[in-house]
Structure formats: C-alpha cells, structure tokens
C-alpha cells in the first residue's frame, strides 16, 4: 500500500532561517506529488505540485520542491522563512492512473518565532 | 477562497446521532473526494465521487456514507454517532477523474459528545 512519511513532526525556526521538511513515499510506480500548508484555524491550501517534467518545482510564498526519484522524495525548501510561515504542512502522494484519492503524511508542524 | 463550500462550519451532537455534511465543489469540477482529518490518524481518505459515481473507497466505516447529486454537490451522511468520530471533515474538488490538483473547503467540524 501506498505510504508518506514525513520525518519533522515539530519544527521551529527563528525568522530569515532556512527551512527543509523530508517526505519519502513508498510506491513503485508513476506518482503525482504535493506540498499542502494549512494555515491554524483555515483549510488545506496547494503550495506546490509535481506531475512530470522538471523534478524541481516552484510553488507560491517562495515555497520550492524537488523530487528525486531515486530516493523517493519530495522535500520541501524555503531559503527565509517568515513569522507567517507559522503553519502545519503535508506532503501528498497519489499514483498516476488510480482515482486520484490523495495520501498524506502525518504532516509537520513549523513555528517560526519573530 | 478555494471556490469549495462546506456547511455546517461547526456541528456538535450527541452519541447514536445522524449527522449530514454538505459540499458544493468548485464550478466546473465533476469529483468531489471526502477526508477526515483526526489527532490520532491524521488526514485518512474517505471516499470519491465523480459526475455522480462512487469511484474510490477508502477507510469508511460502514455507518458512513456519502453521495453526489447531479448538480454535483455531495453530502456525507455519519450515523450511529461515535465519540471517536470527533474529528474535521474536508471535502476536496477537482476537475476530472483523474490525478488532478484538488481544491479544499473549509471543512466541518464534528464534535460527538
């Protein structure tokens, strides 16, 4: 069965601070990846998404991702993160060619202090 | 703003009840997927309806069940009420059956005392 990991579960760094959150998934064929960020108290927002083509994607806020098939990874950089980065983000899968039902990680909380 | 609505934003009920969550996909989006985001198992995939159709399931209890309706809005109907069914509820839309972005609602909120 499908799987995401996300290794960070609580992450908290200073203003201006480089960000990388680490999410593996377990799957052997074709995948579609995302980068989800859910703001408190708000609903599920896309950061960024990766069908095919460049394995480094660029999404909104700054946000970028790159895939690394040999790895099977998807992590997620900010170089200078912002108090309002302050926020819980989820890492995504689903296989190209089923439904599209998304599988998420346990998701990874980051506190960003001012 | 997402362009997916979901009512009720809030909804608290006893044990042994029947609840039914709403949701309106974004114009043009023909599948509507349901998720339950809880503290012990995280945001676990229900169901997927598309133009109508069930196409996936997922990790749904029985007592759960959900349709879409031809103007493409969908409910999910919770019975027999758990307290362990506390938990948020999203209803995500995209545009086709396949592996497309999918757009969330606001979800609801489900407390079962």
């Known amino acids: 069965a499908q799987s995401v990991s996300q290794h960070n579960h609580h992450v908290i760094l200073s203003e201006a601070a480089s960000l990388e959150l680490g999410c593996n998934y377990s799957?052997?064929?074709?995948?579609?990846l995302f980068w989800y960020v859910q703001y408190p108290g708000q609903h599920l927002q896309l950061l960024l998404k990766?069908?095919?083509?460049?394995?480094l994607v660029k999404g909104i806020k700054g946000f970028e991702a790159e895939f690394i098939k040999s790895k099977f990874s998807f992590n997620l950089r900010k170089p200078s993160v912002q108090w309002s980065d302050t926020a819980e983000y989820f890492c995504a899968v689903t296989s190209a060619g089923n439904t599209g039902k998304l599988i998420f990680g346990q998701g990874t909380t980051l506190q960003v202090k001012p | 703003d997402s362009g997916v609505t979901q009512t009720p934003k809030h909804l608290i009920t006893a044990t042994g009840q029947r609840v039914t969550l709403r949701c309106s996909p974004r114009s043009g989006d023909l599948s509507v997927y349901w998720y339950q985001q809880s503290l012990d198992q995280g945001l676990q995939f229900l169901i997927h309806y598309y133009n109508g159709e069930e196409r996936a399931k997922g990790n749904i209890l029985e007592r759960f069940s959900a349709q879409q309706f031809p103007d493409l809005h969908s409910e999910l109907n919770l019975s027999s009420l758990e307290l362990g069914d506390s938990a948020l509820y999203f209803c995500?839309?995209?545009?086709?059956?396949?592996?497309?972005?999918?757009?969330f609602g606001p979800g609801t909120r489900l407390t079962v005392l």
């Open positions: 995500a839309s995209s545009l086709g059956l396949a592996a497309d972005t999918q757009y």
């Open positions: 799957y052997g064929g074709t995948v579609n």
């Open positions: 990766y069908f095919s083509g460049d394995p």
